[in-house]
């Protein structure tokens, strides 16, 4: 079976910059697929293609078999809510949602039915009078969503659907929205430049970057196996460290760098490779005596700051190498270590990343 | 606490204001005059409204200058749409240049200049096609609109330049076709810069003497004409009667359109303020 | 009906440019052409009371072009340039004195409460949207010999005979003011609201006296609404009738008055076609200047709002 959406190494020109550059993805129906990326990156730019307002310069983009590259905007099975929701400031709430109804030219009724439920969809049954300036901003944006999703669209693009509403809201709204992805079984795409965002909305992730996708996966496997430096460094935070391969040997491979290292073997790698570790903070663990396992550093503290829940440090080891850690604050710890102390990290060889770059 | 304003630059401003109000206060006040003599109070009387409403050269110029200008301003709104339109959509449209330079050159033209112009290529119009047949209503009308569109135009362009155009892409992603879009959504969206326009225009053509002394021809004179020839003889008191009412309904109505926008500005404020609580 | 719809539905984009486009290049670039062409004729009796500039008649191609008009604009120098002068040395003063007046009233404005600056702001309007004409009608039963100043002076004592105010440069400059003043406190007003009261602290709080800060930081920011406000005074100004013709006397004659009194009064319409051409001439410079501004102002506007395609 094919994809419900089949994008083929489209390209997208502006004068001589590249917004969209060759770049090729399928998405399946009822997936909330997250295009990830810093501004400027070409994802809006392929937002608006898979609505209609912008061409391509060459590529094809299909939706459920058929091919886009004559469709206008109106006539595509697909909606958009805008980042700014772009509601009509002289309609009332009733009026926005039933502006894409009553242009389809469905009867009165059935208009007024699928009116009152969409609001209560969005929980904002008996607001329909109201003008959106005299909505909050959580509020503009369910009537945005109730207006893209009156046509009943069978794919909706949203692009940064959150990012106009402040931290506490946004939480909540995150899982609002995938409730409503997940009752509609609507094939939902979303543009995002907030890592933590994707991660909590999607099941899968496009991370973009230049006009190009870098990496395609579910939220955890781009975090915990990152394809190379750009997606380990863009996705949280991470420390890196360089060395060689010196062995092979059961699934494990031994790295000598500054520090020696033994990573469990992602396969691929040969002795004498050059190759790069990532190490996420959370994974790797700090303590005053060491432990007498693998992959133990020796490190004096630099800079530590305390979050609450956490505790992020900052250590040198041998040859000024830095590593970037977090330590939970658990109850009954003994004197955390501070400012300019000696102690050890550790970490386990799965949790070790083997990039090339 | 917005920073003040200094003792001398305060006294600038306030002679400012009374350079502006003070004439149009004492003539106010003289339109009351009993006497014929501006010198002389002799006490308070609306004699001269009741000869301005008796004057019938005054009133059918009056009648002739709405119809002129109610005219000229809504031809005048309408190119200016269309030209704010071009400018702010159509990008690097072929012409821009020319429209560009033709829509704002009236803007600065001299109005001495632009009457006799106008004077002279409607008589060679008329020697070329025998239209337009003498100088009327009609002249004066292509007139003020020539110089009216370009001030609507201006107008209008503002406001359409803060025009979110996702607004306009929601609507065609909502199935509507362009036409539909323009007077569903955009035309009410501007509807305020179009009024605006729409009344500045129609305040340009009412209060122009010069153009349409030139382009006017017998049997045509509009208010402004009447008047000039008028004031050329003196002061008179109809006139202080005629333009007390005048300024009365302008003062009126600006001040009705402020509130309602003052209104709307603040209860819009308000409403958003609440409404951001959740 | 349907299939008009439809044409105009293909060819909007083409009938919004062209309207406006068409009736502009009929009814503003053409009379300009006839304007120039007629500055090079010659007056006769008759309707139109002047020789065709060229046409064809039994003998074939004739004209009748000659410069004539313009020699006599500047064998008469003192009756035509001598005004043109005039008109320029009135209105840049004037413009300066608009300048004077509106800079602190739109500062006021600028500074007020949002209350007070919507009332202030309602003042502005309030002549801007009142004839001019009768404005300076009212001007003059102020200014006349025997009119509201002269008569409250006598009456309080002051004078035995009536200060001359008509038919002199003030009563022009009053003329100008009393016109022109909102034309240039808008433009300053517009930049003036932009200026943050942060910027002023700042400067304040490094070391900058309120004459320092004024020269330093308002003035620099306020260059755009100066220029902008001045060239909507100055280029009218210069082409003004109903001010020399109501206010001015022998020694205000300006352009805008000569060609009024050429055309009417003289019916020589060739020599008031010759002035037009001198006044667009003197114009050509400021006209030119107020559009390469605007432009570059429309195209920064544009510039910013392109920016950030993602």
Same mark, same amino acid.
């Given at each position: 079976?094919?994809?419900?959406?089949?994008?083929?190494?489209?390209?997208?020109?502006?004068?001589?910059?590249?917004?969209?550059?060759?770049?090729?993805?399928?998405?399946?129906?009822?997936?909330?697929?997250?295009?990830?990326?810093?501004?400027?990156?070409?994802?809006?730019?392929?937002?608006?293609?898979?609505?209609?307002?912008?061409?391509?310069?060459?590529?094809?983009?299909?939706?459920?078999?058929?091919?886009?590259?004559?469709?206008?905007?109106?006539?595509?099975?697909?909606?958009?809510? $805008?980042?700014?929701?772009?509601? %009509?400031?002289?309609?009332?709430?009733?009026?926005?949602?039933?502006?894409?109804?009553?242009?389809?030219?469905?009867?009165?009724?059935?208009?007024?039915?699928?009116?009152?439920?969409?609001?209560?969809?969005?929980?904002?049954?008996?607001?329909?009078?109201?003008?959106?300036?005299?909505?909050?901003?959580?509020?503009?944006? !369910?009537?945005?969503?109730?207006?893209?999703?009156?046509?009943?669209?069978?794919?909706?693009?949203?692009?940064?659907?959150?990012?106009?509403?402040?931290?506490?809201?946004?939480?909540?709204?995150?899982?609002?929205?995938?409730?409503?992805?997940? !009752?509609?079984?609507?094939? $939902?795409?979303?543009?995002?430049?907030?890592?933590?965002?994707?991660?909590?909305?999607?099941?899968?992730?496009?991370?973009?970057?230049?006009?190009?996708?870098?990496?395609?996966?579910?939220?955890?496997?781009?975090?915990?196996?990152?394809?190379?430096? $750009?997606?380990?460094?863009?996705?949280?935070?991470?420390?890196?460290?360089?060395?060689?391969?010196?062995?092979?040997?059961?699934? %494990?491979?031994?790295?000598?760098?500054?520090?020696?290292?033994?990573?469990?073997?992602?396969?691929?790698?040969?002795?004498?490779?050059?190759?790069?570790?990532?190490?996420?903070?959370?994974?790797?663990?700090?303590?005053?005596?060491?432990?007498?396992?693998?992959?133990?550093?020796?490190?004096?503290?630099?800079?530590?700051?305390?979050?609450?829940?956490?505790?992020?440090? !900052?250590?040198?080891?041998?040859?000024?190498?830095?590593?970037?850690?977090?330590?939970?604050?658990?109850?009954?710890?003994?004197?955390?270590?501070?400012?300019?102390?000696?102690?050890?990290?550790?970490?386990?060889?799965?949790?070790?990343?083997?990039?090339?770059? | 606490?917005?920073?003040?304003?200094?003792?001398?630059?305060?006294?600038?401003?306030?002679?400012?204001?009374?350079?502006?109000?003070?004439?149009?206060?004492?003539?106010?006040?003289?339109?009351?005059?009993?006497?014929?003599?501006?010198?002389?109070?002799? =006490?308070?009387? &609306?004699?001269?409204?009741?000869?301005?409403?008796?004057?019938?050269?005054?009133?059918?110029?009056?009648? +002739?200058?709405?119809?002129?200008?109610?005219?000229?301003?809504?031809?005048?709104?309408?190119?200016?749409?269309?030209?704010?339109?071009?400018?702010?959509?159509?990008?690097?449209?072929?012409?821009?240049?020319?429209?560009?330079?033709?829509?704002?050159?009236?803007?600065?033209?001299?109005?001495?200049?632009?009457?006799?112009?106008?004077?002279?290529?409607?008589?060679?119009?008329?020697? #070329?096609?025998?239209?337009?047949?003498?100088?009327?209503?009609? &002249?004066? @009308?292509?007139?003020?609109?020539?110089?009216?569109?370009?001030?609507?135009?201006?107008?209008?362009?503002?406001?359409?330049?803060? #025009?979110?155009?996702?607004?306009?892409?929601?609507?065609?992603?909502? =199935?509507?076709?362009?036409?539909?879009?323009?007077?569903?959504?955009?035309?009410?969206?501007?509807?305020?810069?179009?009024?605006?326009?729409?009344?500045?225009?129609?305040?340009?053509?009412?209060?122009?003497?010069?153009?349409?002394?030139?382009?006017?021809?017998?049997?045509?004179?509009?208010?402004?004409?009447?008047?000039?020839? +008028?004031?050329?003889?003196?002061?008179?008191?109809?006139?202080?009667?005629?333009?007390?009412?005048?300024?009365?309904?302008?003062?009126?109505?600006? @001040?009705?359109?402020?509130? @309602? @926008?003052?209104?709307?500005?603040? =209860?819009?404020?308000?409403?958003?303020? +609440?409404?951001?609580?959740? | 009906?349907?299939?008009?719809?439809?044409?105009?539905?293909?060819?909007?984009?083409?009938?919004?440019?062209?309207?406006?486009?068409?009736?502009?290049?009929?009814?503003?670039?053409?009379?300009?052409?006839?304007?120039?062409?007629?500055?090079?004729?010659?007056?006769?009796?008759?309707?139109?009371?002047?020789?065709?500039?060229?046409?064809?008649?039994?003998?074939?191609?004739?004209?009748?072009?000659?410069?004539?008009?313009?020699?006599?604009?500047?064998?008469?120098?003192?009756?035509?340039?001598?005004?043109?002068?005039?008109?320029?040395?009135?209105?840049?003063?004037?413009?300066?004195?608009?300048?004077?007046?509106?800079?602190?009233?739109?500062?006021?404005?600028?500074?007020?409460?949002?209350?007070?600056?919507?009332?202030?702001?309602?003042?502005?309007?309030?002549?801007?949207?009142?004839?001019?004409?009768?404005?300076?009608?009212?001007?003059?039963?102020?200014?006349?010999?025997?009119?509201?100043?002269?008569?409250?002076?006598?009456?309080?004592?002051?004078?035995?005979?009536?200060?001359?105010?008509?038919?002199?440069?003030?009563?022009?400059?009053?003329?100008?003011?009393?016109?022109?003043?909102?034309? *240039?406190?808008?433009?300053?007003?517009?930049? *003036?609201?932009?200026?943050?009261?942060?910027?002023?602290?700042?400067?304040?709080?490094?070391?900058?006296?309120?004459?320092?800060?004024?020269?330093?930081?308002?003035?620099?920011?306020?260059?755009?609404?100066?220029?902008?406000?001045?060239?909507?005074?100055?280029?009218?100004?210069?082409?003004?009738?109903?001010?020399?013709?109501?206010?001015?006397?022998?020694?205000?004659?300006?352009?805008?008055?000569?060609?009024?009194?050429?055309?009417?009064?003289?019916?020589?319409?060739?020599?008031?076609?010759?002035?037009? *051409?001198?006044?667009?001439?003197?114009?050509?410079?400021?006209?030119?200047?107020?559009?390469?501004?605007?432009?570059?102002?429309?195209?920064?506007?544009?510039?910013?709002?392109?920016?950030?395609?993602?």
């Amino acid at each position: 079976m094919s994809p419900f959406i089949r994008i083929r190494n489209v390209t997208r020109r502006f004068g001589d910059v590249v917004a969209v550059d060759d770049l090729s993805l399928d998405i399946d129906r009822g997936e909330l697929f997250c295009l990830l990326g810093a501004s400027g990156c070409g994802k809006t730019t392929l937002l608006r293609m898979l609505a209609g307002f912008e061409r391509a310069d060459s590529g094809s983009i299909e939706i459920d078999g058929i091919d886009m590259a004559a469709v206008p905007p109106a006539a595509r099975p697909v909606n958009i809510m $805008f980042q700014n929701y772009a509601l %009509f400031p002289h309609m009332s709430v009733a009026d926005n949602i039933a502006y894409g109804l009553r242009r389809a030219g469905l009867p009165k009724p059935e208009i007024a039915a699928r009116l009152e439920e969409l609001l209560r969809l969005v929980r904002l049954t008996g607001m329909g009078g109201r003008k959106p300036h005299q909505l909050s901003g959580g509020q503009r944006q !369910r009537v945005a969503l109730a207006r893209a999703l009156a046509r009943r669209p069978k794919l909706l693009l949203l692009d940064e659907p959150l990012a106009a509403l402040d931290k506490k809201l946004r939480e909540d709204t995150q899982f609002e929205l995938v409730d409503i992805q997940e !009752r509609l079984e609507t094939t $939902f795409i979303v543009v995002t430049h907030d890592q933590e965002e994707a991660m909590t909305l999607a099941s899968r992730i496009g991370v973009m970057d230049a006009g190009r996708l870098v990496q395609v996966d579910t939220p955890r496997t781009l975090y915990d196996r990152p394809r190379n430096r $750009f997606i380990a460094d863009f996705l949280g935070t991470v420390s890196f460290l360089d060395g060689v391969v010196t062995s092979l040997d059961g699934g %494990f491979v031994s790295i000598d760098g500054v520090v020696s290292v033994t990573a469990v073997d992602p396969g691929g790698f040969a002795v004498g490779d050059a190759v790069r570790m990532a190490i996420r903070p959370e994974k790797i663990t700090l303590g005053r005596d060491p432990g007498g396992g693998v992959n133990e550093i020796p490190v004096t503290v630099e800079d530590l700051a305390f979050t609450g829940v956490a505790t992020n440090y !900052r250590v040198i080891g041998p040859d000024g190498v830095r590593l970037k850690l977090t330590q939970p604050n658990r109850r009954g710890d003994v004197a955390p270590l501070e400012w300019e102390q000696p102690g050890f990290v550790s970490f386990d060889p799965a949790d070790i990343v083997l990039l090339r770059d | 606490m917005r920073r003040g304003i200094s003792w001398p630059a305060l006294w600038l401003a306030i002679i400012g204001f009374g350079i502006l109000y003070v004439p149009v206060v004492v003539m106010v006040v003289y339109s009351f005059n009993a006497s014929r003599l501006v010198s002389v109070w002799a =006490g308070f009387s &609306t004699r001269w409204y009741g000869e301005l409403m008796q004057n019938d050269q005054v009133l059918s110029a009056l009648a +002739k200058s709405l119809w002129v200008a109610v005219n000229a301003a809504t031809l005048s709104t309408i190119f200016g749409v269309l030209i704010a339109l071009a400018f702010v959509r159509y990008g690097n449209f072929r012409f821009r240049l020319l429209l560009s330079a033709l829509a704002s050159t009236p803007l600065v033209m001299p109005e001495v200049v632009t009457g006799l112009s106008l004077l002279l290529l409607f008589i060679a119009m008329e020697g #070329f096609f025998g239209w337009p047949a003498g100088r009327g209503i009609d &002249t004066i @009308i292509i007139a003020h609109t020539t110089f009216g569109m370009c001030f609507a135009a201006v107008v209008v362009q503002s406001r359409l330049r803060d #025009f979110d155009m996702s607004i306009e892409e929601a609507a065609s992603d909502l =199935g509507a076709t362009q036409p539909y879009i323009f007077f569903s959504i955009t035309l009410p969206i501007i509807a305020p810069a179009v009024v605006a326009a729409w009344l500045l225009a129609f305040t340009l053509s009412f209060d122009d003497l010069v153009i349409a002394s030139f382009v006017s021809g017998p049997g045509s004179s509009t208010l402004p004409i009447v008047v000039f020839s +008028k004031v050329r003889l003196g002061v008179t008191p109809e006139i202080n009667a005629l333009a007390t009412i005048m300024i009365a309904l302008v003062a009126a109505s600006v @001040i009705a359109a402020s509130v @309602i @926008i003052y209104r709307n500005a603040t =209860g819009r404020a308000v409403a958003e303020e +609440k409404g951001s609580q959740p | 009906m349907a299939a008009a719809r439809q044409w105009i539905s293909r060819h909007g984009r083409r009938l919004v440019v062209a309207l406006p486009l068409v009736w502009l290049l009929v009814f503003f670039l053409m009379p300009l052409v006839e304007v120039a062409q007629t500055s090079f004729t010659v007056a006769r009796r008759g309707i139109p009371p002047f020789a065709p500039l060229w046409g064809f008649d039994e003998d074939g191609f004739f004209t009748n072009f000659n410069l004539e008009n313009y020699s006599l604009l500047l064998d008469y120098w003192q009756d035509y340039i001598g005004p043109a002068g005039n008109s320029l040395r009135l209105a840049f003063v004037s413009t300066l004195i608009c300048l004077l007046f509106a800079y602190p009233m739109a500062w006021w404005i600028a500074r007020s409460n949002p209350r007070q600056r919507a009332i202030l702001l309602v003042l502005v309007m309030l002549p801007f949207w009142t004839s001019s004409l009768l404005r300076i009608y009212a001007l003059i039963g102020l200014l006349n010999p025997n009119g509201f100043i002269n008569s409250m002076l006598i009456f309080l004592g002051v004078i035995d005979t009536p200060i001359r105010m008509m038919q002199t440069d003030f009563s022009i400059y009053m003329g100008m003011l009393l016109t022109y003043l909102p034309l *240039m406190i808008l433009p300053l007003y517009a930049v *003036m609201i932009r200026l943050e009261d942060d910027l002023l602290d700042a400067a304040a709080d490094l070391g900058a006296s309120r004459v320092g800060v004024f020269v330093t930081i308002v003035l620099p920011l306020t260059v755009p609404g100066i220029v902008a406000g001045s060239l909507l005074v100055f280029i009218p100004a210069v082409g003004e009738f109903v001010i020399p013709a109501l206010l001015g006397g022998p020694e205000q004659i300006m352009v805008g008055k000569v060609l009024w009194t050429e055309f009417f009064r003289n019916r020589d319409w060739p020599v008031a076609s010759a002035i037009a *051409m001198l006044l667009l001439a003197i114009l050509a410079l400021p006209i030119i200047y107020a559009r390469y501004q605007d432009g570059r102002e429309t195209a920064l506007d544009r510039a910013e709002g392109q920016g950030g395609t993602s």
